[in-house]
């Protein structure tokens, strides 16, 4: 029994509730228990907060999985204008629902049990329950023809530079505030959006070149010129992997990596990927703090970014 005892850690200490309990104060609490994705989630906040306060750091923030219509653009865009993002990496879909908000439109509660038939007929996408009708489709299509005919013929942009070219446009929303605050947003897969299918249109009777390899150089100077590199990673997909390639071919891996995820692991697909994994290939270092905290980052990631601007400010 007392060699069993010596290999146990920390007691579990049970969590007490209390009115008006802080984000920071539950989340104290949680890591008192400790356990399963509850205690990866304390972890992630204390990770969080020491790759913030590294003045060495370079901060990566990787954006997939349909965040934007969840409500958790804003968040992202918070952020950015808090100087806690160096370097954005989204999915071309979550740029094109931040225009649509930036534009006045807006995505609805729905319901995930519905006839979606019925709601094809009534000219109303869903996104599991949310919904977003036409109309709003129709407005970004009317913002982008007009925002892209400010660039001249014949112009040869990076997806980086049209990103801040349609941002300047902007005035709320994560491209807006990343173009305001200089901060780039890559966006590799961009053609696999209705971002990427517009200016797809509106090029048919212009000449302007998105060169696709243009960010690259941009990104790995980047990487190489981080003393300190931390990831936070919201789902996996081409952003996750964008910014591992890019930093796993500098010297050194990432030095602080979160991941919020709901995919499994034994799958083999990048977005259930575990954070070992990646150390396998250098892109984690090998005495890195990381964690990967399962479960729906439309509650893991607030919680996060509450709980460590609430120790941030309590400096």
Not at 204 to 216: L, W
Request: glycine content about 10%; charged content about 20%.
């Amino acid at each position: 029994m007392e060699s069993n005892r010596e290999e146990c850690g920390d007691p579990v200490r049970q969590v007490h509730l209390s009115p008006n309990m802080t984000v920071d104060r539950l989340v104290r609490a949680i890591a008192g228990a400790g356990a399963y994705n509850g205690g990866s989630l304390a972890r992630a906040v204390d990770i969080y907060e020491a790759m913030l306060r590294d003045e060495k750091a370079t901060k990566f923030f990787g954006l997939a999985g349909a965040m934007v219509p969840a409500g958790m653009g804003g968040i992202v865009s918070d952020l950015i204008e808090q100087g806690h993002i160096d370097i954005l990496v989204s999915t071309g879909a979550n740029l094109t629902h931040d225009t649509i908000e930036a534009i006045g439109c807006h995505h609805y509660h729905g319901t995930a049990v519905c006839d979606d038939v019925e709601l094809r007929h009534e000219e109303i996408n869903r996104i599991y329950d949310i919904f977003l009708p036409d109309e709003a489709f129709i407005h970004f299509e009317e913002f982008m023809q007009e925002c892209l005919s400010d660039i001249p013929d014949r112009t040869t942009l990076s997806i980086s530079e049209l990103l801040r070219h349609i941002g300047s446009h902007l005035e709320t929303g994560i491209l807006a505030t990343a173009a305001k605050n200089d901060i780039p947003v890559f966006c590799p897969a961009v053609q696999d959006s209705m971002l990427g299918l517009q200016f797809w249109f509106y090029n048919q009777a212009h000449h302007i070149t998105v060169d696709a390899f243009g960010d690259m150089k941009t990104i790995i100077d980047r990487c190489y010129a981080a003393e300190h590199a931390g990831a936070f990673l919201v789902g996996g997909g081409v952003p996750k992997n964008f910014i591992f390639q890019s930093k796993m071919i500098t010297p050194d891996g990432f030095t602080y990596a979160i991941q919020l995820t709901g995919d499994r692991p034994d799958l083999g697909g990048l977005s259930g990927a575990t954070l070992s994994e990646a150390q396998s290939w250098g892109k984690i270092n090998e005495d890195a703090a990381a964690v990967t905290v399962y479960g729906d980052a439309t509650i893991t990631l607030p919680v996060i970014a509450a709980a460590v601007l609430e120790r941030l400010k309590h400096d």
